[in-house]
């Protein structure tokens, strides 16, 4: 029991962090609103769902992005709620349209997206606990301790651990095939550690394939990691190809079964093809992120992102103490390095291939370097020099203290999102027959209440498409309100605006929004909800989409 204590005390303190705000953005589901989540990209459980019974009835649209572990581990953790509402006669046919035969709809979904929720956050606590092992296994328990804490504060972590995204269960995965490696390359490799290994590789990969980044370096470290000593301590061949070949063979049927390539090769080749086309895109579209073309100005502005980047996901102490580490790594051994190899293989892959400026894909990069300034910190506090060990403690108090700063403001603004308070608002103001009108995303409004009618104001077609937003554009939609007469008109910005900074989405005009505030429209201002930061002087860094606490404007005629 006391082997187990200290990654108790871990795993408690990161279901501490992540745990509050796991309720946010959870998906309110009727007849009239969207079937996802406030979260981008977040598909629990409808479409998880929805892509599990593709595979036994497909039924035209499939959504390609990703593989379906994560499909697959939450149909899993979804079961046995299911198969009660089968017995207790709550689910009947399911279908794929609004209630889905289920006899509480909107209930169950929220029961489900919570579920969901549960396995990502408890995912995130596995890649805490990955981060420690890897670290106690290649240096000592108190680095290990100390590389817990740091990626449990890495910023994004506390973000997508509360999610339905497919970003932290990648990592959950990718931890158990780090910790294998920092295994091998400290003791050698075999068998077990091959298939260990392989798992983690496999499931990481058929969850996400950003994880290959990471994955690259274990093939070049082939003929730097030995073979285990045999019993009695005889020395074995130089390089263990047979248990590297257990791992390959692992990997493969991992990945074989946890995307799906097994059940279904049609979607899992149909995917491939669009990840292709989507990669092949990015440096020519701007609509979701930055992206930097393959050019001298765009490896310029790339490193700049990096340079920003990854002090907001670390802090800049952090990555000072993560620099630190390396360099210390560095001097000690050649095999020690062997552990930065990961970092070096995917800053190489996000750089010559995926080149777009969000938080999430530093993440793999990100859990690497908080090691390392574990690494750094205990290495700089135990030296003799003074002011050195002075130093690293101060920075690594400036770094976990900034890091639980951000944590605990991110989770104030999930938390008292604007839209919690703009949904009391509107509670207390509409009665059933009122309508109400938004631009853009159904998915980023607050629940509104039953027996409202709920429409957008123009034609929304998807965050690729292009819109008609000029003056003469805002004179229409004032006077189709005139004929409609909405009760109430809201603006709120979604992700697709994100590099422009706009207060609305990419489908309002922008001669109707200046007109909406100055008082010259038919409609003007009743309320402002926008909850402020908890700590102003943190300047918490933004996220990947505005999606948390985005500022809700609402306007009356």
Known sequence: ?????????????????????????????????????????????????????????????????????????????????????????????????????????????????????????????????????????????????????????????????????????????????????????????????????????GLALATKEAALGLFLAFPLAVPFIRPARHPGGAPGPAVDWRSWGIAATTAFLALGVGSGFFVDPGRYLDHLRFLAGRVDMLPESAVLTTSFPMTLAGHRDYLAFLAEGLPATLTLPGVILAGMGIAWAWRRSTRTFLLVLPAVTYLAFIFLLLRVGQLRYLLPLAVILAIFAAVGLVAGARTRHPVVRGASILLGGLALGTGLLRHADLTHAMLNDSRYEAERWLAAQLRPGDRIEYFGATQKLPRLPTGVEIARATRYRGMFATYDTSAARAEEIFGEWNQRQPRFVLLIPDHSTRSRGDPYDATVPPALYRALESGEAPYRRVAFFHTPPLFPFVRRPPLDYPSVNPPVRIYAR
Do not use: C
């Open 1 to 201: 029991m006391r082997r187990l204590r200290t990654p108790l005390v871990i795993a408690a303190f990161a279901v501490l962090l992540f745990a509050p705000g796991i309720t946010w953005g959870v998906l309110h589901v009727d007849e009239r609103t969207a079937e996802r989540g406030w979260a981008v990209d977040d598909e629990a459980p409808l479409g998880l769902l929805a892509e599990i019974h593709n595979i036994v009835a497909p039924e035209g649209y499939r959504n390609l992005g990703y593989p379906l572990f994560y499909a697959f581990a939450s149909g899993a953790v979804y079961a046995p709620y299911l198969g009660y509402l089968a017995v207790t006669g709550k689910l009947q046919t399911p279908s794929s349209h609004f209630p889905y035969g289920l006899a509480e709809p909107t209930r169950t979904v929220r029961v489900l997206a919570l579920l969901s929720k549960g396995l990502t956050m408890l995912l995130a606590v596995a890649v805490v606990l990955g981060a420690w092992y890897f670290a106690r296994t290649a240096w000592d328990p108190t680095t290990g301790v100390l590389a817990a804490a740091f990626v449990a504060l890495t910023y994004p972590l506390g973000y997508y651990a509360r999610t339905g995204n497919v970003d932290v269960p990648m990592l959950a995965p990718t931890a158990l095939a780090l910790a294998a490696y920092a295994y091998m390359v400290r003791d050698g490799i075999t068998p077990r550690r091959a298939v260990a290994l392989g798992i983690g590789v």
